[in-house]
C-alpha cells in the first residue's frame, strides 16, 4: 500500500501529470453556464425518475386490490410518461457524465479518485432503472398482474439510490473529507467514508427526495387541475388529481421542517455560504434576519428587518454570534446577490406550496372532498411551474453559494476547467440542442395528454364527453 | 494486479457497450435504407424500432459505466484523454441527445404518416451514424498515442482526425450494422416474420463482407501509420485475439448463411470483443504515451473501493440483465398484436371490496391520523431541536413515515370512488 501511495506522489511530484498547466482562463463563464444549462434541465426529469415510479406503483396497487379498472388505466398511461421522461432523463443524465469530464478534467485528475465511486455506484442503480422501466413498460398484458407490479419496484427503489450515491458526491464537494492533499491533489483517499460518512449528507439528501415529490406532484396535478378548468372533470381526471396532489401535498409543508434542517447544516459546515444566503457582511452577534432588499457589498438595503431572527433560525438562540462573509477574503466570496436572491425565492415560493399544501389537506381530509374550485385549480397549476422555479432556485443557492470552490476550499473552479478550446462552440450547441429537446418534450407530453382514453373504459369516467 | 482489474472492467464494459448498444445504433442506421427488401421500408422500421424498445436504456448504461470506473480508477488519464478529445466527444454526446429525443419522439406516432415521422426517423438515423464513429475516433486517438498528458495538452482535431482514428470510426459504423442485422434476423426469425428475417439475412452477410473488408484496410493502415500498434496486433496476444476475431466472423457469416441466427449472435458478438480485447493487448501496458496503467492508477483505497462496488453491483446486475435479456428472447416483451387483451386480474378482482367499506375502517383511519400526529411531532421535534446525528436520521424517518400515512389517507379517502369529489364547489 505504501508503494502505490508512493507512486502517486511521485508521479505528481515528477510532473508527468500536474496541475500547473496554465489554463486558458477566458472560457470559465462558458463552462459554467453549459453546466448549469445541463444540470437545469437534467434535475426536474430526475424529479420524476423519484416521485414517479412510486405514483404509477401506488395506481397500480390500488388496481390490484379494487379491481376497478380506472386505477390500471391510470398506472398505464402513466407508465409511458415515465418511460418517455426516462428516455429523455437518460441523455441528460448522459451529457453530464461527459461534462464533468469534458469540462473540468483537472478535478476529474485530482479528485476523481476521492468522488467516483458514487458515480460508478449511480451506474449500477441507472441499469437497474433502465432494465426494469424497459420490462415494466412493455410488460403490460403481457406479464401476470402480480409480476407486472413486481417489475416496477426495481424502478421505484433504483430511483431513490441513484440519486443517493449522486446527491453524496455533492455533499462530498461541499463538505470534502476522506483524503489527504500532496501536491494539489488527493491522496490517501478513503471513498466509503468520504462519500457516506459525510455529516453534511443527510440533510441535503432528504431535502432533494421530499423536493422531488413536490414537484412532480405539482406538475402532474397541474396538468389535470388544468384538465378539469377545461371542464374535464370525470372520475378519471379527479382520480389522477387526487393521487398526485396528495403526493405533492404532504412533502411540501415536511419540507419546511427539512429545509431548516439543512440551513442548519449549512450554517455549521459553510458559514460563508450562510452569510450569503442572508447578506450578513459581518459577524454578528444577535444577527438578524432580512426579507427582500438587497446586499450593497455592506449590508442589505430595502429589506424588511426581523431582529435577531436569523441566529434564531441559525442557532436557536436570539444571541447566538452567526458568522459573516468578512472571515474570508472577498476573493473568495460567493457573488452574493444572486446566492440571496436564489434563496428567498426558493424559501417564498416553498411556503407558498406548503399553504396550498396544508390547504387541500384540510379540504380532503376534513371536509372529505376534492377540492375543485376555480380559484383552487389555477393555484394547482400555477403550483407546477413555481415548484421546478423553486428547485432550481435551492440548487443555484447551493451551487453558486459554494463558489469559488469546486471542491470547498480545497480546489478553486478556476483550476478544475478545462483548457480546450471548443467550450463556446460546445455552449452554443448546446444551447439550441436543449431547446430542441426542450420542444420535444412540450409536444410529447401534449400528445400523451390527448390520446383519448382506453376503451375499455367506461367513458363515463372521463368528463371528456360532457365538455363534448 | 490490483491497478490492472479496473482495466478489465473498463474492456467488459467497452465490449458490452459495442456489443449491446452497437447494435442498437446498427439498428437505426438500417433506418437510413429500409428500402429494397421483400418486406416493406415501414415494416422494416417498425421491427428494428420494437426491437430495440426494451434493451436500447439499459445497453446505454454501459456507456456510463465505462466513464464512472474510468475516472475513478484513473483519474489522470481520464482528464487527459476528455480534454484533449472535447470535440469528438461532444459530437457524441449531441448525438446521444438526438437519438434518445428522436426515439422517444417515435415511439408516439402511431402511423409512418404523420407530418414530422420522416424528419424524427431521419434524425433518430443519422445520430445513430454520428456517435458510434465519434466514440470510436476516440478510442484510434488513444490507441496511437495522440493524447499526451495533461489538460488539452494535445491537438484538438488532428487528434481525432488522422487516418487511423477516421477508419475505427467507419469500422465502428459497419460492426454496428453489422451486428443489428444479425440480431434483427433472429429478431424476425423468432417472430415468424419471414420477409424481414430473409432481408436481414442479406443485410448481415453484405455487411459482414463490408466490415472485413474494412478490417482488413484497417490492418493495413494501421501497420502504416502506427508501428506500435501493428508492432502488438502482429505477434503474441495481440495476434492470437486478431485470429479469434477473424475466425468467429468466418463462422458467423457461415451461420447466419444457414439461418442458424441465435448462434449467429453469439458467434458475431465473439468477434467484436476480440477485437477490443486484441486492441488492449497490443497496446498493454501503456495507456497514454509515458503512462503505464500503474502509473495511471488511482490509490489502493479507491480501487478497492470500486473493485467491491463493482461485485456489490454486478450481485444485482447480472441477475436484472439475465431476466430483461430471457424476457426479450422469449419474446415475452414483443409488441402485443392488440390494445385489447384480456384483463384477467381485473376480472378476477372485481368484486372484491375496497378495504375502506366497512365499519372497521373508520377505526383505522382514526390510528393512521394519530400515527401521522405522532410521526410528525416526533420528526419535527428531533430535527429541529436535537443536535446528535442519529437523532436527525431519527428524525427524517418519521417524517418520512408521517408522509406515507398522510398520502394514503388523502390519496385514498374513506368512502366509495364516486363519492372521491365533489362535481361542484
Known amino acids: 500500500m505504501l508503494s502505490s501511495l508512493a507512486r502517486v506522489v511521485g508521479t505528481s511530484a515528477a510532473g508527468t501529470v500536474t496541475t500547473a498547466v496554465p489554463v486558458d482562463q477566458r472560457y470559465l463563464f462558458e463552462a459554467r453556464q453549459m453546466q448549469a444549462l445541463s444540470l437545469t434541465v437534467h434535475i426536474p426529469l430526475v424529479c420524476f425518475g423519484i416521485a414517479f415510479p412510486v405514483l404509477v406503483l401506488f395506481a397500480e396497487w390500488r388496481y390490484l386490490h379494487t379491481g376497478d379498472s380506472l386505477y390500471r388505466t391510470l398506472a398505464r398511461r402513466w407508465s409511458k410518461i415515465m418511460l418517455a421522461l426516462f428516455a429523455v432523463g437518460v441523455v441528460t443524465g448522459t451529457i453530464l457524465s461527459f461534462e464533468l469530464g469534458l469540462l473540468w478534467p483537472v478535478w476529474m485528475q485530482d479528485f476523481g479518485n476521492v468522488f467516483g465511486l458514487g458515480f460508478t455506484l449511480e451506474g449500477f442503480s441507472f441499469f437497474v432503472e433502465a432494465i426494469f422501466i424497459g420490462i415494466y413498460a412493455y410488460g403490460w398484458d403481457r406479464l401476470s398482474p402480480r409480476l407486472h407490479f413486481a417489475s416496477g419496484i426495481p424502478i421505484a427503489v433504483a430511483g431513490v439510490a441513484g440519486s443517493f450515491f449522486v446527491i453524496a458526491v455533492n455533499a462530498w464537494m461541499n463538505h470534502p473529507t476522506g483524503f489527504r492533499l500532496a501536491g494539489g491533489r488527493a491522496v490517501d483517499a478513503h471513498p466509503w467514508s468520504a462519500l457516506f460518512a459525510n455529516p453534511f449528507f443527510w440533510s441535503e439528501y432528504v431535502h432533494m427526495y421530499f423536493a422531488a415529490y413536490i414537484v412532480a406532484g405539482f406538475l402532474m396535478a397541474g396538468a389535470y387541475a388544468w384538465a378539469i378548468l377545461r371542464g374535464r372533470r370525470g372520475r378519471y381526471e379527479r382520480t389522477a388529481l387526487g393521487i398526485t396532489l396528495s403526493a405533492a401535498a404532504v412533502a411540501a409543508p415536511l419540507q419546511v421542517v427539512v429545509g431548516d434542517w439543512a440551513a442548519r447544516d449549512v450554517g455549521q459546515a459553510q458559514p460563508v455560504k450562510l452569510a450569503a444566503m442572508e447578506g450578513l457582511a459581518t459577524t454578528t452577534r444577535g444577527a438578524a434576519e432580512h426579507l427582500l432588499g438587497w446586499y450593497n457589498g455592506h449590508s442589505v438595503v430595502y429589506g424588511i428587518e426581523i431582529p435577531r431572527l436569523l441566529s434564531l433560525l441559525a442557532f436557536h438562540n436570539p444571541n447566538a454570534t452567526v458568522k459573516g462573509l468578512n472571515i474570508v477574503p472577498l476573493a473568495d466570496q460567493p457573488p452574493v446577490n444572486v446566492v440571496r436572491f436564489a434563496f428567498q425565492t426558493m424559501v417564498g415560493i416553498g411556503t407558498l406550496l406548503a399553504l396550498l399544501g396544508l390547504v387541500y389537506l384540510y379540504l380532503r381530509l376534513r371536509r372529505r372532498q376534492l377540492p375543485t374550485a376555480r380559484w383552487f385549480c389555477w393555484a394547482v397549476v400555477a403550483a407546477g411551474p413555481l415548484s421546478v422555479v423553486a428547485l432550481i432556485a435551492g440548487w443555484i443557492t447551493t451551487e453558486v453559494g459554494r463558489q469559488p470552490w469546486i471542491v470547498y476550499e480545497v480546489m478553486r473552479v478556476d483550476a478544475a476547467v478545462t483548457g480546450a478550446h471548443v467550450i463556446p462552440f460546445g455552449y452554443g450547441a448546446l444551447w439550441v440542442v436543449y431547446l430542441g429537446l426542450g420542444g420535444a418534450v412540450w409536444w410529447l407530453l401534449r400528445r400523451f395528454s390527448r390520446v383519448p382514453l382506453e376503451p375499455e373504459l367506461n367513458p363515463e369516467l372521463s368528463g371528456a364527453h360532457h365538455a363534448g | ?300 483505497a479507491t480501487l478497492i473501493a470500486t473493485i467491491v462496488g463493482v461485485a456489490a453491483g454486478a450481485v444485482v446486475l447480472i441477475p436484472s440483465l439475465a431476466l430483461l435479456y430471457s424476457l426479450v428472447l422469449r419474446g415475452r416483451l414483443d409488441a402485443p398484436g392488440s390494445v385489447n387483451e384480456p384483463d384477467t386480474a381485473g376480472a378476477a378482482k372485481a368484486t372484491r371490496p375496497g378495504r375502506a367499506d366497512g365499519a372497521g375502517s373508520a377505526g383505522r383511519t382514526r390510528l393512521e391520523a394519530a400515527f401521522a400526529v405522532v410521526t410528525l411531532v416526533a420528526g419535527a421535534g428531533l430535527l429541529v431541536f436535537a443536535d446528535p446525528a442519529w437523532a436527525h436520521g431519527l428524525g427524517a424517518l418519521a417524517l418520512v413515515a408521517c408522509a406515507v400515512t398522510v398520502f394514503a389517507l388523502a390519496a385514498e379517502p374513506p368512502g366509495s370512488p364516486g363519492s372521491s369529489g365533489s362535481p361542484e364547489s
Do not use: K
Request: overall charge positive; aromatic content about 8%.
Open chain 2, 1 to 300: 494486479m490490483l491497478a490492472d482489474v479496473p482495466v478489465v472492467f473498463v474492456l467488459a464494459g467497452i465490449t458490452a457497450y459495442t456489443v449491446l448498444a452497437g447494435a442498437d445504433f446498427g439498428a437505426g442506421i438500417w433506418t437510413l435504407v429500409p428500402g429494397g427488401g421483400q418486406a416493406g421500408a415501414a415494416a422494416t422500421r417498425d421491427h428494428t424500432r420494437h426491437a430495440i424498445g426494451p434493451v436500447w436504456e439499459a445497453n446505454h448504461v454501459w456507456l456510463i459505466f465505462v466513464l464512472t470506473v474510468a475516472w475513478t480508477c484513473y483519474p489522470g488519464a481520464f482528464g487527459s484523454i476528455v480534454s484533449t478529445l472535447a470535440v469528438p466527444l461532444l459530437i457524441a454526446a449531441i448525438g446521444i441527445i438526438f437519438r434518445g429525443t428522436a426515439y422517444a419522439l417515435r415511439s408516439q406516432f402511431d402511423a409512418s404518416g404523420e407530418p414530422g415521422v420522416r424528419l424524427v426517423e431521419r434524425l433518430f438515423a443519422l445520430s445513430s451514424v454520428l456517435t458510434p464513429f465519434a466514440l470510436a475516433t476516440v478510442i484510434g486517438a488513444i490507441t496511437t498515442g495522440r493524447v499526451p498528458v495533461g489538460n488539452a495538452r494535445g491537438d484538438l482535431v488532428t487528434s481525432w482526425l488522422n487516418p487511423v482514428s477516421v477508419l475505427a470510426g467507419v469500422l465502428a459504423v459497419a460492426f454496428s450494422g453489422y451486428l443489428a442485422a444479425v440480431y434483427l434476423a433472429a429478431d424476425a426469425s423468432r417472430q415468424s416474420e419471414r420477409a424481414l428475417a430473409r432481408d436481414f439475412r442479406l443485410r448481415a452477410l453484405a455487411a459482414g463482407v463490408v466490415a472485413g473488408l474494412l478490417a482488413v484496410a484497417g490492418l493495413l493502415v494501421i501497420r502504416a501509420e502506427a508501428p506500435a500498434l501493428w508492432h502488438g496486433l502482429s505477434s503474441g496476444l495481440g495476434l492470437a485475439l486478431v485470429i479469434v476475431s477473424a475466425l468467429a466472423g468466418v463462422v458467423t457469416m457461415v451461420l447466419v448463411w444457414l439461418s442458424r441466427f441465435g448462434a449467429a449472435r453469439a458467434s458475431a458478438a465473439l468477434a467484436v470483443a476480440a477485437v477490443i480485447a486484441g486492441w488492449a493487448a497490443a497496446q498493454e501496458p501503456r495507456v497514454l504515451p509515458g503512462l503505464t496503467v500503474t502509473q495511471a492508477a488511482a490509490g489502493r
